[in-house]
């Protein structure tokens, strides 16, 4: 929901998304006055193997799995278009009925929604940690745990539910990967050297590792930091703003709630109450 009073008007705001999920995000930009600024850091690819998505359902069907989690949209989109593949998906779903199904927010649910995919829990703060707490009330010690998941994603999460005695299994369904864009970059760098650029929003810690590692051929990684330290950053969770602080940047907002319309919500405001 857009805030009244609170516009982006006559600002460009960087977005690092995958290309997939540029229009909808365009859209809630443009919604608020704003100008999107497309500049995919996130490649994403389905993963070729079909080996652990046949573990998954083996092991829903004898019974052996507690608690899936599926931390993103993509994580449900590409499992389930490997069950697809295999030409299990309807058996597939119905196997799903039975351990608890986690989505780490409500846009992950509603994806699931959309397969008629029943979701029992989504913890208050849209993070890992907030997951693993709410797991961890539950119940970890000794359950079997799966995770969709990218193959480039951070293993601190399975390693803390496994610490609480969690059998935690990742199922990689999908690749993160950096975009070979060179022109894409070197466009980038001109318009951020031309002060044609506002804000820039990461959603995720590797799309802010990302941006460094496509850059670093056309621009020193100090010399970049100077340049970005200009902008407003927006870092939608606590996660991303650790990784930006690392990287040497100065993160200027972060909404409450962890999500993209809050975080253009947040950016509004931030500029409002600033200027």
């Known amino acids: 929901m857009v805030q009244e009073g609170f516009t982006l008007k006559?600002?460009?705001?960087v977005v690092t998304r995958p290309r997939e999920q540029t229009e909808e995000t365009?859209?809630?930009i443009t919604e608020r006055g704003g100008e999107p600024y497309f500049f995919p850091t996130i490649e994403i690819k389905s993963s070729?193997?079909?080996?652990?998505?046949?573990k998954l359902i083996e092991a829903l069907e004898r019974g052996k799995v507690d608690y899936v989690i599926f931390m993103s949209v993509n994580g449900v989109k590409y499992l389930f278009e490997a069950a697809e593949k295999l030409g299990r998906l309807n058996h597939f779903k119905k196997l799903l009925a039975k351990p608890a199904i986690v989505a780490v927010g409500p846009k992950t649910a509603q994806e699931l929604d959309k397969h008629q995919i029943r979701v029992d829990m989504i913890p208050q703060a849209y993070t890992s940690d907030a997951i693993i707490a709410s797991l961890q009330q539950r119940g970890v010690s000794g359950k079997?745990?799966?995770i969709p998941r990218t193959k480039q994603a951070s293993p601190t999460m399975a390693?803390?539910?496994?610490a609480?005695?969690?059998?935690?299994?990742e199922v990689y369904v999908y690749e993160s990967q950096s975009p070979e864009d060179k022109a894409a970059a070197a466009r980038f760098l001109q318009d951020l050297v031309g002060g044609k650029l506002h804000a820039v929003i990461f959603s995720s810690s590797l799309s802010a590792k990302n941006l460094f590692n496509m850059l670093a051929p056309h621009v020193s990684a100090e010399k970049l930091r100077l340049l970005l330290?200009?902008?407003?950053?927006?870092a939608i969770g606590p996660k991303t703003a650790e990784t930006l602080a690392e990287l040497g940047l100065n993160v200027d907002v972060m909404p409450k709630t962890y999500l993209l319309e809050?975080?253009?919500n947040a950016l509004a405001q931030h500029w409002n109450v600033n200027e």
């Open 159 to 162: 390693e803390k539910l496994q």
């Open 144 to 146: 079997e745990i799966w």
């Open 229 to 234: 330290n200009k902008l407003t950053i927006v």
């Open 10 to 13: 006559g600002r460009t705001i």
């Open 26 to 28: 365009g859209k809630l």
């Open 48 to 54: 070729s193997s079909s080996t652990q998505i046949a």
């Open 262 to 264: 809050e975080a253009l």
């Open 164 to 169: 609480l005695g969690g059998k935690v299994h």
